[in-house]
Structures are given as structure tokens and as C-alpha cells.
């Protein structure tokens, strides 16, 4: 067995998997003493899986540790799936060892469990203070964008809504002329949606350090009687991600277009940008920032420049819980001036991992919008306030023909001095979604 010493210059040459052999090994962050480490993972490597539980039983009693090397056991075996069950158990109960992490990110990217692996590799790297290690970790992310070099992911989802337009909730509309009717298709109307759609990402470069990549997404909505309310949407982006530090960049490039039937097509362009970074093992925060370009064919007083300001800080009190907040600002530059606005939002979510492999998650949102001109056939300027809550229950554990289904609920409420654009939408969806 190698001394930690040697494993750590060895790491900046070795092949990913071997690194990871290593590391996993000579861990100087062990709970355990270094030598009983040492002795442990020789054992399990000599399949003398015995000996190594009654070493690890006469030297520590931690619960933990015992799931530790029960995981080491399993995937040792090849039997992945109880391995990773194991290690995620134990992760929840101790969301700062970065050994448990290692070994179930190594152990699902045996398995070819690439996405879930990124995630607890990108963790790693914004958490462990050791740059060789962490120069290992992107060597496996390098790898996994290798590995699979385009990406598909398709869904389909039956949306029942109370209102499928964002229409008004009134029926007339309070001007300088009087009180004004407003027009069928501008009021409330309730529908089931169906919505599906297929994207692709292609990884054009990935290394250590950087990956870029395109994306292209199409997605229809069909209503089963008010077709006139249908849209299809197109889109592609070019991501650009890079590293220095623990902190990571996100740079894109993206464009949007929308066909609705017998409404106002829509075309959109833009760029964002965002930085993340761990202020601690469970604790990351992040910037971002965006500017679009926004043509409504049809309506030209719509088009015009609109941005979007963003803060968010995540917690994760539990592997299992965590929460996050933030504040949000957009501005909108439209051509007219009474579409002009300019407003603060405020959010906070919540997600929680449940036994068998449900995961929930509810965010709730408020803000508000201040609109520069004054409404037509008004003589005030529009002021909105704005309010809503999702919740999502998805069960990643009940695939049907390989399709995980999820459940979502969105309410939202907007509050106006113009009659005309209050409104409240309350609607349930059941999705299917799949990646390949």
C-alpha cells in the first residue's frame, strides 16, 4: 500500500480509476485512524470481508463507519445498486465526510450512473481542500463527457389548469370612456394541456476544467378545446463552463422561439451568466445575471430589451434537506411605455429525499412590478403584485418503461390596480420525463 505522500504525486499522472483507487485507499480525512484505513481497505481488496468487520468492530463502534465499509463490501462484489443504497444512507447521516462522497461518486460511476455521479464530483470539488484531489475529480467529469458524448432527454406531461391563458379574472375593464367588457379569449379559461417535448445536448469540448456545450429543445402544447390557445417552442443555447478555484462559471448563448396558433409568435435572444461557489461543505451561493431580446412579431409595443438580476444561497441542513433563498430583479425596456416595468421578487425552496426514492420540493414566490406610462384609456400607471407556490413530488424509483413520473402543483395570484390584468391560475400536471 502506497503512503498517502507517495498516492498524492501519483494522482496529477495516474488514469482516473486508478487515481481513484488510490485516494480512496489513503485517505488522510478518514474518521478512522489512517493505519486502520489502510488495513481495512486491504482486506476488502483480498476479499476477506470477515476479518475486515471484526477489525473495524474491536477498533470503532460508529454506525457510520460500519455502513462505510458494508458499501466497500457491496461494490467490491459488483453489487452496485445495494452499494450506492448504502452510501447514500450513510452520506445523510454525515453530509461532511468527504470519504463516504468519494466512494459513492467512484461507485456510481462504475456503474454508469454518469449524471448522478457529476453531481457528487462537482461537490467534491467545491469541497475538498486537497487541489490534487480535486484535479482527480475533473479528470473523471473529463471522462464521463467522453463517455457520453450526446445526451437525450425526452418527457410528456397532462396539465389540467384553471386558466391556460393568464387571463383576466374580471369581466370588465374600469377606463376614462367607463366600464369597458372585456373580450372572451382575454378572460380566464380552464383546460387540460398536453405538453411534450425531446431535447439534446452534444458535448463540443470537455476537460478537467472547462466543458461546452449545444443544446437543442422543442416542445408542444396542445389543449383538447381551446386549440386556439397551442404553442410549440424551439430553442438552442451554447454553454460554456469553466473553473478557477471552487468557484464555477456558467457563460450561454440562447435563442427561443415560439408559433402559437391564433396569437402573437414570439422570438427571443440572449446571453447569461452565472457564478457558484461553495462557501463551505454545505453551504454555496451564486450570481447571475441575463440580457435578452425580445421580438413579438405581431405586436411590436411588446418587443425590447429584458433582464434579469439574480442572488440565491443553499443550505443543505441533512443530505437529505435542504433550503434555499434569494432575491431576483427584472427590468423590462419594452417599446411602449406603459409595458415598461421594473420590480423585486423573493423566493424561498425547500427540497427534501425521502426513503425509496421520493424527492419533494415547494418554492414560494413574491414581487412586484412598477410600469413606467400610463395604461391605455387610463390615466394611471399599472402597478402589479404578484404571489405564487410550486410543489413537486417525483418518484425516481417507479419507472414505467423507463419514464420517472412526477407530480406538480402551481398556484399563482396577481393582484393589479388595472382590472385587466388580474388574474389567478391554479393548476395539478402529471409528467413523465426520461433521459438516454
Known amino acids: ?102 466512494e459513492l461518486a467512484h461507485t456510481l460511476f462504475i456503474s454508469g450512473k454518469f449524471s448522478r455521479a457529476k ?32 445526451t437525450w432527454n425526452a418527457f410528456f406531461a397532462f396539465e389540467p389548469s384553471t386558466n391556460i391563458n393568464r387571463g383576466s379574472s374580471n369581466t370588465t375593464f374600469s377606463t376614462s370612456l367607463g366600464d369597458l367588457e372585456i373580450d372572451d379569449d382575454s378572460q380566464s379559461t380552464s383546460g387540460i394541456g398536453l405538453t411534450y417535448g425531446l431535447s439534446a445536448t452534444v458535448n ?45 462559471w456558467n457563460f450561454s448563448i440562447f435563442g427561443v422561439r415560439e408559433r402559437h396558433k391564433d396569437s402573437d409568435d414570439f422570438v427571443s435572444v440572449g446571453t447569461s451568466l452565472q457564478a457558484s461557489r461553495f462557501l463551505n461543505a454545505r453551504t454555496r451561493v451564486s450570481l447571475a445575471a441575463s440580457v435578452e431580446d425580445r421580438d413579438f412579431l405581431e405586436s411590436p ?12 444561497v443553499e443550505y443543505e441542513l441533512t443530505r437529505s434537506f435542504a433550503v434555499s433563498g434569494g432575491l431576483s430583479f427584472e427590468k423590462s425596456k419594452a417599446r411602449s411605455e406603459s409595458l415598461r416595468f421594473e420590480g423585486p421578487a423573493i ?47 417525483q418518484f425516481n424509483r417507479l419507472p414505467i418503461y423507463g419514464f420517472t413520473p412526477s407530480v406538480q402543483c402551481r398556484a399563482e395570484q396577481n393582484n393589479s390596480n388595472i382590472s385587466l390584468a388580474e388574474f389567478d391560475v391554479f393548476g395539478c400536471g402529471l409528467r413523465f420525463s426520461r433521459g438516454f
Open 1 to 102: 500500500m502506497l503512503p498517502y505522500a507517495l498516492a498524492k504525486r501519483t494522482l496529477q499522472a495516474a488514469p482516473p480509476i486508478v487515481v481513484l483507487l488510490l485516494f480512496l485507499a489513503n485517505s488522510s480525512l478518514a474518521q478512522v485512524a489512517p493505519i486502520l484505513e489502510e488495513r481495512l481497505t486491504s482486506l476488502v481488496n483480498q476479499g476477506r470481508y470477515v476479518q475486515a468487520r471484526i477489525v473495524l468492530a474491536q477498533a470503532s463502534s460508529d454506525p457510520i463507519e460500519r455502513q462505510l465499509l458494508e458499501g466497500r463490501i457491496a461494490k467490491s462484489n459488483g453489487k452496485f445498486g445495494t452499494a450506492t443504497r448504502i452510501l447514500e444512507d450513510a452520506l445523510r447521516a454525515r453530509s461532511n465526510d468527504i470519504r463516504i462522497r468519494r
Open 119 to 150: 453531481f457528487h464530483f462537482n461537490r467534491l470539488i467545491a469541497t475538498d481542500p486537497d487541489p490534487a484531489l480535486r484535479a482527480s475529480y475533473r479528470s473523471f467529469l473529463s471522462e464521463i463527457g467522453k463517455k457520453r458524448p450526446v
Open 204 to 248: 463540443l469540448d470537455f476537460t478537467p476544467r472547462t466543458v461546452t456545450q449545444l443544446t437543442l429543445g422543442y416542445t408542444r402544447t396542445d389543449f383538447t378545446e381551446d386549440t386556439q390557445f397551442s404553442f410549440d417552442r424551439r430553442s438552442i443555447s451554447f454553454l460554456h463552463r469553466f473553473s478557477t478555484g471552487k468557484t464555477a
Open 301 to 312: 409595443s411588446r418587443s425590447g430589451e429584458f433582464n434579469i438580476f439574480r442572488f440565491d
Open 347 to 393: 423566493f424561498l425552496s425547500a427540497t427534501k429525499l425521502w426513503p425509496l426514492g421520493v424527492a419533494t420540493n415547494a418554492t414560494i414566490l413574491a414581487g412586484e412590478r412598477q410600469f413606467e406610462g400610463l395604461f391605455p384609456l387610463t390615466d394611471m400607471r399599472r402597478r402589479d403584485e404578484y404571489q405564487g407556490i410550486v410543489a413537486r413530488v
